[in-house]
C-alpha cells in the first residue's frame, strides 16, 4: 500500500504515530525557514510540516509546487494551542515531515484552486479533471454516490430487481427528438438511444418480474436549460399489483429516508394536491409551496368592464384573468414593475396590469394604477378583498389565453417569492394527482400530457367519447418547485392501449409497425402494473443547493450539447462513414 490514511481521517487519536498519505500539494507555504504544505486527497486536507533539520527532505519540500503529487510519511502530533484551524477535519493535528517523495510533477494549472474565483464555465469544462479537484466538487459527486447507494438500499430490502435494459433500441415517440445510431449490417436503419427504459421495464412486468428498478442512463436530444442535460440519469422504478396510493407510498418512504441518511432531514407531510388547483392556485404543475403567494381568478368582476384588455379573456372560456398580491410592494419603483413586465414577456403576456394600495379608505383616490379608471369601484373592492389586499400591497394582474397567463404569473410569483425574500421554509414537499391524459392542441389533435402508455380513470369508451376532460392515474413528486420524479399506473389491456394510440392520432398500421411487440404482451396475460421514475441529477442538484445539474455531474455537455473537453461530438472518417452506408450532403458556400 502505499498510503496508510486518507487526509480526512487523521485526528488526535493517531498522535504520535507515524502515517503515510499520498495526494496533491493544495498549498505550499513558506514561513520563517518552516516549509508547510497541505496535501490533498479525496477525503481531505492535511497540514505538514518541515523543519530545516532534515535538510534532504526539506529541499524536497522547497522544489515542490501547486499540484504536485506527492507521498509523504511523518509523525502525527497536535498543533499549538491556537493553531488549530477549525475548517479542517484534521485541523486538530499536523504531520511532521520526514520522508516525501515527488511521484509526479504538475504545470501551472489553468485556474487556482485554492483560491477559486470567477473562472468561466467553459474554462472549468475544458480542465474538467482539474475543475473536480476542487473540494466543494468531489463533494457533490461524493454526496452523488451516497444518494445512489442509499437508494440501491432500500430498493433491495423491499424485494425489487436491478435489471439492465437495452441501450441500442428502436425510436419510439416520446417527446423529444432522438439520438440515432446508424447500423453498420442493417443499411438505411438506425437505432436509437433510450429516452427512457420505459416499455421494456413494462415488458419486464409482462414477464413476471413484479419489482424492478435501474440506474439508468437516458438520452433526449433536446433544447438545454439548467435542468436539462443530452444524457441524464434515472432512477427507474416499476412494480406490479400495486396501485397509485400504494406506489406512492413506497417511494415517498424512499425519499424520507434518503434525505434523513444523507442530510439528516425528517420532512412532514407530503400533501396532494390535483393537477387542476395547482395550475389554478399557482399556475404551475410544479408548485413551489415554500412561497405564500398565490394566483387568484378575478374574471368575474370584469366581464362587463369598459376595458377589452380585461373584459375579452373574462368572457373567453379558454382565457383566464387571474391577481397576484405581493404584500409590502406598494413601494415599488416603476423601473421594478417594467422589469417584471418584461420577465413575464418570456413566457407570451402582452403586459403587466397592476394596481397599487396605498390607503383602501379613500377608496379610488387611495389607488395607484393607470386601469382602475376602467373599472367601477365596487369590482375593484371585491378584486382588492378576494385577494386580501391591505395598505402597501401591490397587485398584478394576467389576462389572457389560460396558459399563457399560468405560466407568465406562475413564473412571477416564483420570481417575486425569490426576489423578496419570502420563503417560509426550505424544503416542501408534495405530490400532483390527477393530470389530463391529453394535452389539446389548436389544430384539435391530442398529445399525451405524460406518455401514450399512462392509464385513464375511465373506460376505453368513455376515453374515445370525452377525450378532453379525461383524467390519468398519473402522480409527480415535487420538492421546492422541481419535479422529482413522474410515474403512472400504465395500460395493461391492449383494448385500453389502442384506444389511446387512436386518440394521438396512431393508427392500426403504425400502431403494429412501431409498437407490436407491446401490443402482442399486453394480449399474454400484462398484470395491473405501474412505476415512476426520479431525476438523479435533479435530485442530488437540489439536495447539495447546486444551480445546475452540470454541477453534480462528473463530466457534463455545455447547453450546446458538446463536450468542450473531448471535442465531441466530433468528425468521423470517411471510410467508417462509407461501412454506415452513410454520405454526407456538402454545405452550399456562401460568397
Not at 517523495?101 to 474538467?128: H, I, K, M, Q
Not at 461524493?142 to 424485494?159: M, P, V, W
Not at 433526449?220 to 441524464?232: H, I, M, N, V
Amino acid at each position: 500500500m502505499m498510503r496508510s490514511h486518507y487526509c480526512g481521517q487523521l485526528n488526535e487519536s493517531l498522535d504520535g504515530q507515524e502515517v503515510t498519505l499520498c495526494g496533491w500539494v493544495h498549498r505550499r507555504r513558506d514561513h520563517g525557514g518552516v516549509i508547510f504544505l497541505d496535501i490533498r486527497d479525496r477525503e481531505g486536507m492535511a497540514q505538514v510540516v518541515f523543519d530545516p533539520d532534515r535538510a534532504e527532505t526539506f529541499a524536497a519540500a522547497d522544489r515542490v509546487r501547486s499540484e504536485y503529487v506527492v507521498q509523504i510519511t511523518g509523525k502525527v502530533r497536535k498543533r499549538p494551542d491556537g493553531a488549530v484551524n477549525a475548517n479542517m477535519a484534521s485541523g486538530a493535528i499536523e504531520i511532521l515531515g520526514y520522508q516525501l517523495t515527488v511521484l509526479n510533477e504538475a504545470e501551472t494549472p489553468p485556474f487556482p484552486l485554492n483560491e477559486y474565483s470567477d473562472v468561466g464555465e467553459e474554462t472549468r469544462l475544458r480542465y474538467r479533471f482539474i475543475d473536480l479537484r476542487r473540494p466543494e466538487m468531489a463533494d457533490k459527486l461524493r454526496l452523488r454516490s451516497r444518494i445512489t447507494s442509499s437508494i440501491r438500499r432500500f430498493l433491495d430490502e423491499n424485494g425489487f430487481l436491478d435489471v439492465e435494459t437495452p441501450i441500442l433500441t428502436r425510436a419510439t415517440p416520446e417527446g423529444a427528438r432522438d439520438y440515432l445510431v446508424p447500423s453498420r449490417t442493417h443499411a438505411g436503419s438506425f437505432f436509437a438511444l433510450p429516452q427512457s427504459p420505459q416499455l421494456f421495464k413494462q415488458l419486464l412486468m409482462v414477464a413476471g418480474f413484479d419489482r424492478y428498478y435501474q440506474i439508468a442512463k437516458c438520452f433526449r436530444d433536446e433544447d438545454l436549460r439548467a435542468d436539462r442535460q443530452p444524457e441524464f440519469t434515472q432512477i427507474d422504478i416499476e412494480t406490479s399489483f400495486l396501485d397509485e396510493s400504494e406506489i406512492m407510498g413506497l417511494t415517498e418512504s424512499m425519499i424520507r429516508k434518503l434525505f434523513k441518511e444523507v442530510l439528516d432531514l425528517e420532512f412532514g407531510d407530503f400533501p396532494h394536491m390535483t393537477y387542476e388547483e395547482a395550475m389554478r392556485r399557482y399556475g404551475s404543475d410544479k408548485p413551489d409551496l415554500r412561497i405564500p403567494l398565490e394566483l387568484i381568478d378575478v374574471a368575474d368582476q370584469l366581464k362587463d368592464v369598459d376595458f377589452k384588455v380585461f373584459a375579452g379573456p373574462a368572457n373567453d372560456p379558454k382565457c383566464r384573468v387571474t391577481a397576484l398580491r405581493l404584500p409590502g410592494g406598494a413601494s415599488m419603483p416603476r423601473s421594478k414593475i417594467d422589469e417584471y413586465t418584461k420577465f413575464v414577456g418570456i413566457y407570451g403576456a402582452k403586459g403587466l396590469a397592476y394596481i397599487k394600495v396605498n390607503e383602501r379608505a379613500k377608496g379610488v383616490e387611495g389607488l395607484q394604477s393607470p386601469i382602475v379608471k376602467n373599472i367601477p369601484e365596487a369590482n375593484l373592492n371585491t378584486i382588492l378583498d378576494r385577494v386580501g389586499a391591505v395598505d402597501g400591497d401591490i397587485v398584478f394582474f394576467g389576462a389572457d389565453k389560460a396558459k399563457i397567463v399560468s405560466e407568465a404569473l406562475g413564473a412571477l410569483r416564483i420570481r417575486l417569492g425569490h426576489d423578496f425574500e419570502l420563503l417560509t421554509c426550505q424544503w416542501a414537499p408534495m405530490w400532483v394527482v390527477d393530470f389530463p391524459m391529453f394535452e389539446e392542441n389548436e389544430d384539435g389533435s391530442f398529445t399525451a400530457l405524460h406518455h401514450p402508455f399512462t392509464a385513464p380513470k375511465c373506460t376505453p369508451e368513455e376515453l374515445e367519447a370525452n377525450p378532453a376532460t379525461a383524467l390519468s392515474r398519473a402522480y409527480d413528486m415535487v420538492l421546492n418547485g422541481t419535479e422529482l420524479g413522474g410515474g403512472s399506473i400504465r395500460i395493461h389491456r391492449k383494448e385500453m392501449q389502442q384506444a389511446v394510440f387512436r386518440l394521438l392520432g396512431i393508427e392500426a398500421a403504425e400502431q403494429e409497425e412501431k409498437f407490436g411487440f407491446l401490443l402482442d404482451a399486453l394480449k399474454f396475460g400484462a398484470p395491473p402494473h405501474g412505476g415512476l421514475a426520479f431525476g438523479l441529477d435533479r435530485l442530488v442538484m437540489l439536495m447539495t443547493g447546486a444551480q445546475s445539474i452540470r454541477e453534480v455531474i462528473a463530466f457534463p455537455k455545455t447547453q450546446s450539447a458538446a463536450c468542450v473537453m473531448t471535442q465531441a461530438p466530433g468528425m468521423v472518417d470517411a471510410k467508417a462513414l462509407r461501412e454506415l452506408h452513410i454520405r454526407l450532403r456538402e454545405q452550399t458556400k456562401v460568397e
